[in-house]
């Protein structure tokens, strides 16, 4: 069988017989029935020798500014309302012999509009163009979609590496704080008990700071793919903001002028103190870096209003009331290249060593997790400004209670249920806990912890318990434990927890591991001493009515 011919592209021939060529006002009358009725366009024929338009729509005046009479009276008129940037473009489009499509923009008073232009020569018989037919749209809002569109799948990209990175984090997190404590507990026992002169003291000291800049490391990647456990509060931010400028001037230097500028009216916030100081140190820190050298920060907060929608680049902030605290420095600036990346996780423009690519992305995982917002404008050599959006809340800041007495003793003759699965954290807050003076009853188990409870003879005072186990949670077993140890008090400890903390154990004390010892022995003794509410008076059983006579 032979092989199947392909086809030829048609070739368009120019007809034997002489056309029927219409008059002037036939075509015009035929042209402007058409844009009325199919296009939506604007569209204009231009004679190329002469340059003189010989048809143009009605519409010319809504897509490019011009009407119809000034751009047959001169078919170079709307160049005039292009922008000065694009006009080059329109003129070689014009002079081009093929076709040509581009975009510019229109000036008009309200705004720029964008124009999307497309150009077809019409060519006689001989192949040479004499005619040109510009054909236009207003593409704004389309390109407005576009944007927009763009936009949202940037941030669904950049949601879902947080969340891959989240995840990663949160899946290690638990046993890597686990392996921290012992790292870190069992390094502090050792120099707790060696002499100052001893040989190995100063590289003992070094595992320990290699320790908690790892357990650092774990709470900035939870920290911004915001999983990690907060303790939020009403709070005074120019409070927390005053507390830090002492340490925030030594941290920064005394080449660099800080200024607080403080609003007296400020609403209070609901957020946790340590992870807004954070923020704080975090924007500070790279103040400073951007800086490298004489130049001034500006610390700044007020109440805030927004009526609707605010936008500040690709960063938008919804409307409400907010209390904004803004960062403002006199460095290096960034490019738009820069900003499109800063909160990135691992991201940095600093050199090897000088960074981990963190302090940004956990700045902004703190933030939105703490249900606020952050924008960010730079400009090279002028300059970074962040500004955080935290809403408002409603309620009375408490004071702060009294120092605590720094000699207060810390050890105790309580009974303590210690529940963790993991032998060697076990092992270590048990050693703690006994050498304090606690007599200890450990479980590596919540069926095991049950048992105990139900065998052992006498009061149990506290119970000391892992969140995240095989059998059941913490939380459950805090559950089923209570009605067999009435007047049981609760520490609950975590490497890290996925689960939302029930409503009942919100307010529960919360250790978040890694710890080192000292803090686990001042949690244990504020959570025996702390006082209990007193106990409501039974009601009283009614009188027996009198027997009539």
């Given at each position: 069988?032979?092989?199947?011919?392909?086809?030829?592209?048609?070739?368009?021939?120019?007809?034997?017989?002489?056309?029927?060529?219409?008059?002037?006002?036939?075509?015009?009358?035929?042209?402007?029935?058409?844009?009325?009725?199919?296009?939506?366009?604007?569209?204009?024929?231009?004679?190329?020798?002469?340059?003189?338009?010989?048809?143009?729509?009605?519409?010319?005046?809504?897509?490019?500014?011009?009407?119809?009479?000034?751009?047959?009276?001169?078919?170079?008129?709307?160049?005039?309302?292009?922008?000065?940037?694009?006009?080059?473009?329109?003129?070689?489009?014009?002079?081009?012999?093929?076709?040509?499509?581009?975009?510019?923009?229109?000036?008009?008073?309200?705004?720029?509009?964008?124009?999307?232009?497309r150009t077809y020569p019409v060519?006689?018989?001989?192949?040479?163009?004499?005619?040109?037919?510009?054909?236009?749209?207003?593409?704004?809002?389309?390109?407005?979609?576009?944007?927009?569109?763009?936009?949202?799948?940037?941030?669904?990209?950049?949601?879902?590496?947080?969340?891959?990175?989240?995840?990663?984090?949160?899946?290690?997190?638990?046993?890597?704080?686990?392996?921290?404590?012992?790292?870190?507990?069992?390094?502090?026992?050792?120099?707790?008990?060696?002499?100052?002169?001893?040989?190995?003291?100063?590289?003992?000291?070094?595992?320990?700071?290699?320790?908690?800049?790892?357990?650092?490391?774990?709470?900035?990647?939870?920290?911004?793919?915001?999983?990690?456990?907060?303790?939020?509060?009403?709070?005074?931010?120019?409070?927390?903001?005053?507390?830090?400028?002492?340490?925030?001037?030594?941290?920064?230097?005394?080449?660099?002028?800080?200024?607080?500028?403080?609003?007296?009216?400020?609403?209070?916030?609901?957020?946790?103190?340590?992870?807004?100081?954070?923020?704080?140190?975090?924007?500070?820190?790279?103040?400073?870096?951007?800086?490298?050298?004489?130049?001034?920060?500006?610390?700044?907060?007020?109440?805030?209003?927004?009526?609707?929608?605010?936008?500040?680049?690709?960063?938008?902030?919804?409307?409400?009331?907010?209390?904004?605290l803004t960062v403002q420095d006199?460095?290096?600036?960034?490019?738009?290249?820069?900003?499109?990346?800063?909160?990135?996780?691992?991201?940095?423009?600093?050199?090897?060593?000088?960074?981990?690519?963190?302090?940004?992305?956990?700045?902004?995982?703190?933030?939105?997790?703490?249900?606020?917002?952050?924008?960010?404008?730079?400009?090279?050599?002028?300059?970074?400004?962040?500004?955080?959006?935290?809403?408002?809340?409603?309620?009375?800041v408490e004071d702060a209670p009294?120092?605590?007495?720094?000699?207060?003793?810390?050890?105790?003759?309580?009974?303590?249920?210690?529940?963790?699965?993991?032998?060697?954290?076990?092992?270590?807050?048990?050693?703690?806990?006994?050498?304090?003076?606690?007599?200890?009853?450990?479980?590596?188990?919540?069926?095991?912890?049950?048992?105990?409870?139900?065998?052992?003879?006498?009061?149990?005072?506290?119970?000391?318990?892992?969140?995240?186990?095989?059998?059941?949670?913490?939380?459950?077993?805090?559950?089923?434990?209570?009605?067999?140890?009435?007047?049981?008090?609760?520490?609950?400890?975590?490497?890290?927890?996925?689960?939302?903390?029930?409503?009942?154990?919100?307010?529960?004390?919360?250790?978040?591991?890694?710890?080192?010892?000292?803090?686990?022995?001042?949690?244990?003794?504020?959570?025996?001493?702390?006082?209990?509410?007193?106990?409501?008076?039974?009601?009283?059983?009614?009188?027996?009515?009198?027997?009539?006579?």
């Open positions: 069988m032979s092989a199947r011919k392909k086809k030829k592209a048609p070739v368009l021939r120019a007809p034997k017989e002489k056309p029927v060529i219409p008059s002037q006002a036939d075509a015009t009358e035929l042209l402007t029935y058409l844009s009325v009725i199919v296009f939506d366009d604007v569209f204009w024929m231009l004679d190329l020798q002469s340059g003189r338009a010989l048809y143009a729509t009605p519409g010319c005046e809504r897509t490019l500014g011009v009407t119809q009479e000034q751009m047959l009276a001169d078919a170079r008129a709307w160049l005039e309302n292009v922008d000065p940037d694009d006009r080059e473009v329109v003129v070689e489009a014009m002079r081009a012999k093929e076709y040509k499509e581009f975009q510019v923009r229109i000036q008009w008073e309200e705004g720029p509009r964008w124009i999307r232009c060519k006689d018989a001989s192949n040479t163009p004499y005619r040109l037919v510009a054909v236009a749209e207003d593409i704004t809002e389309r390109r407005e979609t576009q944007e927009a569109l763009k936009t949202s799948q940037a941030e669904l990209l950049q949601a879902q590496k947080m969340e891959a990175v989240g995840r990663l984090a949160g899946g290690v997190a638990h046993d890597f704080n686990n392996i921290l404590t012992v790292i870190l507990g069992y390094a502090e026992h050792i120099l707790e008990q060696m002499q100052e002169e001893a040989k190995w003291k100063n590289e003992l000291h070094q595992v320990k700071r290699a320790g908690e800049r790892a357990a650092s490391l774990t709470r900035q990647l939870l920290a911004f793919s915001r999983k990690q456990r907060l303790n939020p509060k009403l709070l005074r931010l120019n409070a927390i903001v005053s507390d830090m400028e002492r340490m925030l001037r030594r941290l920064i230097g005394d080449d660099i002028e800080v200024t607080l500028k403080l609003s007296a009216e400020l609403p209070p916030v609901h957020i946790d103190a340590g992870q807004l100081e954070q923020v704080v140190m975090n924007l500070c820190v790279n103040a400073r870096d951007a800086m490298d050298g004489p130049g001034k920060l500006l610390l700044e907060t007020e109440p805030v209003m927004l009526d609707g929608p605010s936008a500040c680049g690709r960063f938008s902030v919804p409307a409400g009331r907010w209390v904004r006199t460095g290096c600036g960034m490019d738009a290249s820069v900003l499109d990346k800063i909160f990135e996780p691992f991201f940095t423009t600093k050199e090897a060593g000088k960074g981990t690519g963190l302090g940004l992305a956990t700045t902004m995982g703190i933030v939105k997790q703490s249900g606020g917002h952050i924008t960010v404008e730079s400009e090279k050599g002028k300059g970074t400004t962040f500004k955080i959006y935290l809403p408002q809340a409603d309620g009375v009294a120092a605590a007495d720094g000699g207060k003793s810390l050890r105790g003759s309580e009974t303590v249920l210690l529940l963790e699965d993991e032998k060697p954290v076990r092992d270590l807050l048990r050693q703690t806990l006994s050498e304090a003076g606690y007599r200890v009853l450990e479980a590596g188990s919540p069926g095991e912890a049950l048992w105990l409870c139900e065998r052992h003879h006498g009061a149990i005072q506290l119970l000391i318990s892992d969140i995240v186990m095989r059998q059941m949670s913490g939380y459950d077993v805090a559950e089923k434990l209570e009605p067999l140890v009435p007047g049981l008090r609760i520490l609950f400890m975590s490497g890290y927890s996925d689960r939302p903390v029930p409503e009942r154990w919100a307010k529960t004390p919360f250790l978040n591991k890694p710890f080192p010892p000292i803090t686990f022995l001042e949690a244990v003794r504020t959570v025996l001493d702390e006082p209990r509410p007193p106990a409501e008076p039974p009601e009283a059983e009614p009188e027996p009515e009198a027997e009539s006579a």
